[in-house]
Nanobody, 122 residues
């Protein structure tokens, strides 16, 4: 089993930046891919960014060019930074991990964090 705990959410003004982090514990050796999803009220969950064990990254079009996902294997932590935040970035951001073969861009995660709220508002 893997446990994921997010932190770093909060209230940010439009145009600002935010960094959220996720610490993994438990059977971390089994983790292949990690990623961030988000869900806004009344909307479907959206895959925001993913990173493989080998640090290959993938981004949703909605954040491409203004976000960065990174992974510190020594700290068992994955980070997501989003710049030039927009009101439509407001959502609960969830950390996720997959141990089974297959990319997060295609398959569902095996593990989820509880989420952290990000609100973009003036």
């Amino acid at each position: 089993q893997v446990q994921l705990v997010e932190s770093g959410g909060g209230l940010v003004q439009p145009g600002g930046s935010l960094s959220v982090s996720c610490v993994a514990s438990g059977s971390i050796f089994s983790i292949n891919a990690m990623g961030w999803y988000r869900q806004a009220p009344g909307k479907q969950r959206e895959l925001v960014a993913t990173i493989t064990r080998g640090a290959v990254t993938n981004y949703a079009d909605s954040v491409k060019g203004r976000s960065a996902i990174s992974r510190d294997n020594a700290k068992n932590t994955v980070y997501l930074q989003i710049n030039n935040l927009k009101p439509e970035d407001t959502a609960v951001y969830y950390c996720a991990a997959r141990s089974r073969p297959g990319a997060l861009t295609t398959y569902e995660p095996d593990y989820w964090g509880r989420g952290t709220q990000v609100t973009v508002s003036s």
